[in-house]
């Protein structure tokens, strides 16, 4: 069999068959599309990529073998190998375990090394005919991250980066406050609640996240440097105030100090702490923001602080209270808050006891 190709042609020999690729428009043509599912059966085949230096042709059998040949015409020297093992894959996991590498220097001469161990270990998904691995390789403790198209051509269609979606659809109302955000595979994802558009400098996604309701989330994917469009949402979430026992004035009396706590019809709260001094001078702090019973938890967004020495004239002040879940009791009217304090060896729980303020 005689095949025409210019001298720059890079060949690749796998089980007996001989792929070809040149850089003449002369590459063989991939196989017809498929619909892959995202299953290991989605990846077996013939995959390449060509980067205008690099050319890999990757080759996973459905007798779970694979083969791997790569040439690197920048590199002088040893600049082709081909790697033999065998893989394994479940769902989006995929390893590879190569046992032997055979380098070259000219595609003709060939030195095999065995028993090599070498493992490639990670994520795989597959879009229409584009393979995307994203790889620990033992060899050389990096995180490699390659797309491949079906076929020998290795000329892989440029990525499109998708918009994120996420777990609270728009116009819908949930019971739970907590929002999932996913992007395309191997992005990161950046977000905002105040309704200003994210860019890389914004919140970082990297579990979900705990919103008030009627928030608007914000948010991009990035990948190699490429943002998505901007995705959004405005989260609503059932009240607790419409019909909770919690709604009223509750006060905690201690020596020298009074507590107050009011949760309010519309989901807001009000907690006001008021101190007495030896001098009978006062002190008072107090913090405004959104409460909400989410399976037997009381869950506080406090968003500002106030200070008062007068409990008329305020200024407000950064209040250092994150978000917080407090587990409660409420028997008649009486009402137990117990919350967490420090960190560490030093975290305790510490309990508050209130009383309902009769109604006026």
């Known amino acids: 069999m005689k095949i025409s190709c210019t001298a720059a042609a890079i060949w690749a020999v796998f089980a007996g068959s001989l792929l070809v690729a040149c850089d003449n428009g002369s590459a ?17 085949g013939t995959w390449s990529r060509y980067n205008g230096t690099v ?36 769902d989006t996991n995929l390893v590879f375990y190569w046992m032997t590498d055979s380098s070259s ?12 161990g070498y493992v490639d270990k990670g994520k795989a998904t597959v879009t229409a005919q584009v393979l995307e691995l994203v790889l620990h390789k033992s060899r050389t403790g990096s995180v490699e991250q390659n797309r491949y198209v079906r076929g020998t051509s290795g000329v892989v269609p440029a990525e499109v980066i998708t918009p994120p979606l996420f777990s609270a659809l728009m116009g819908d109302t949930y019971q739970t406050d907590s929002v999932m955000i996913t992007g395309v595979f191997g992005s990161q994802i950046y977000y905002t609640l105040d309704g200003s558009n994210p860019t890389t400098t914004s919140g970082r996604y990297d579990q979900p996240i705990v919103v008030p309701s009627n928030t608007t989330v914000k948010a991009i994917a990035v990948k190699n440097g490429t943002s998505s469009s901007v995705a959004s949402t405005t989260i609503l979430i059932q009240s607790s105030g419409a019909t909770s026992p919690l709604v009223g004035i509750w006060d905690d009396h201690q020596d020298g100090s009074l507590s107050t ?62 978000n917080v879940d407090l587990t409660y009791t409420l028997v008649g009217s009486q009402l137990s808050v117990t919350f967490s304090t420090g960190y560490g060896q030093s975290a305790s729980t510490m309990t508050l006891h209130y009383q309902r303020r009769p109604a006026k």
């Open 28 to 44: 063989p043509t991939a196989p017809a599309n498929t619909t892959p599912i995202d299953s290991p059966a989605s990846k077996i």
């Open 105 to 116: 220097f000219d595609g003709t001469n060939w030195s095999t090394q065995s028993n090599m």
């Open 261 to 322: 706590i009011q949760f309010f019809a519309n989901d807001s709260f009000c907690d006001t702490d008021m101190e007495t001094f030896t001098d009978s001078s006062k002190s008072y702090f107090r913090e405004n923001g959104k409460w909400r019973v989410l399976n037997g938890v009381l869950r506080l967004f406090q968003s500002m602080g106030e200070v008062s020495t007068d409990s008329l004239n305020w200024s407000s002040v950064t209040s250092d209270s994150p």
């Open 55 to 90: 050319y890999s042709t990757l080759q996973i059998h459905s007798d779970s073998t694979s083969r791997l040949y790569e040439y690197d015409s920048a590199k002088t020297g040893y600049n082709r190998h081909i790697y033999t093992g065998i893989w394994r894959g479940s």
